[in-house]
């Protein structure tokens, strides 16, 4: 059990995990802060904070755990504002959707790789933000990667992975590289695909009959487009070499089919689809 859980960043992740550790009866006391006291102020309201400072320096302080979900863009000035607040013993993780970004600015903001910081990050999420949109089961049955670096405490780890198993997620460790490389693939790379799209249609001229006769291909596919466009930019930049390496790929397989499109080689058309249909399906399933 945490003693005191100081959450920085209170909104969709930070507020879920506040949820859930409540709801399993896992944390006394939960400190939340971010920049807006009207924001923390709910998240009060809601039950999903004891109390809050919007200084992160005094929000810190006697807290056993400190868990930072802010943008990956205001990773490392919260690490800056944080690091000599921090009780003896204390063990602070992130759940940044990009982790290479984060160990630098860390790495930058402390001059050294604290062993007390382990890198982490909830694969789960959903295209709503802030604290009302927060829920405690976000992390049933999902998964939690964390990616500790050569110099983090062994024992850090072990109670970063307690805090997430009690949540109901199951906890993998992997290399920062690694992850970032997975990542772009799974998650950033479709996350820029529906940005482009609904971008590229809502710039034609008869945008408006586009989006009345849309139906639900198309509301599936570009779900993800209503995600917060300040994550999203940030997430761009964070991960920029494995996404550009991803990005690259899916241009040449995108030539690739305008080619059999264009060549008409039904072939090639339907082998495409089939190869994606099998996989998809492999998946949901
Ligand atoms: P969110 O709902 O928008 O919450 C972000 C929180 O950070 C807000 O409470 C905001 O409160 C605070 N904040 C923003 N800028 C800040 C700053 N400069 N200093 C201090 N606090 C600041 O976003 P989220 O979806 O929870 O994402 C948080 C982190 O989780 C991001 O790093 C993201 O990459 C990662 N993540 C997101 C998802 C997802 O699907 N959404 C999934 C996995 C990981 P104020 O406005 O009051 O400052």
Redesign the pocket.
Same mark, same amino acid.
């Given at each position: 059990m945490i003693e005191r859980l100081c959450i $920085?960043? !209170?909104? =969709? $992740?930070?507020g879920s995990l506040a949820r859930a550790l409540r709801e399993a009866a896992y944390v006394k006391e939960i400190v939340g802060s /971010?920049? /807006?006291a009207e %924001? =923390?102020q709910k998240a009060v309201d809601l039950g999903v904070i004891d109390r809050y400072d919007t200084d992160a320096y005094k929000a810190v302080q006697g807290a056993e755990l400190v868990f930072v979900? !802010? *943008? =990956?863009g205001?990773m490392a000035?919260?690490f800056e504002a944080i690091k000599d607040a921090l009780a003896d013993g204390a063990v602070v993780t992130d759940?940044?959707?990009a982790k290479a970004s984060v160990v630098e600015g860390v790495k930058k903001a402390l001059g050294t790789m604290p062993a007390w910081f382990v890198p982490g %990050? *909830?694969i &789960?999420?959903?295209e709503q /933000?802030? !604290?009302e &949109?927060s829920f405690a089961d976000l992390y049933k049955g999902r998964r939690i990667i964390l990616t500790p670096t050569a110099e983090t405490d062994a024992e850090a780890v072990k109670k970063v992975r307690a805090m997430w198993e009690a949540t109901g997620a199951s906890v993998n460790e992997m290399d920062v590289e690694h992850h970032d490389e997975v990542l772009a693939a799974t998650s950033h790379l479709p996350h820029m695909l529906a940005f482009t799209l609904v971008e590229s249609l809502a710039r034609m001229s008869e945008q408006r009959e586009i989006f009345e006769y849309a139906a639900g291909g198309f509301r599936d596919f570009t779900r993800i487009a209503s /995600?917060?466009p300040v994550?999203w930019r940030d997430?761009c930049l964070a991960n920029r070499n494995a996404l550009l390496a991803m990005v690259g790929n899916f241009r040449d397989d995108l030539d690739d089919l305008t080619s059999a499109i264009r060549d008409q080689d039904a072939g090639r058309i339907l082998r495409i689809f089939q190869d994606a249909k099998a996989a998809r399906d492999a998946f949901a399933g």
């Open positions: $920085i960043g !209170v909104g =969709l $992740i930070g /971010s920049r /807006s %924001h =923390l979900s !802010v *943008p =990956l205001a000035a919260v759940g940044g959707s %990050h *909830p &789960a999420g959903t /933000s802030g !604290v &949109a /995600s917060d994550m997430i």
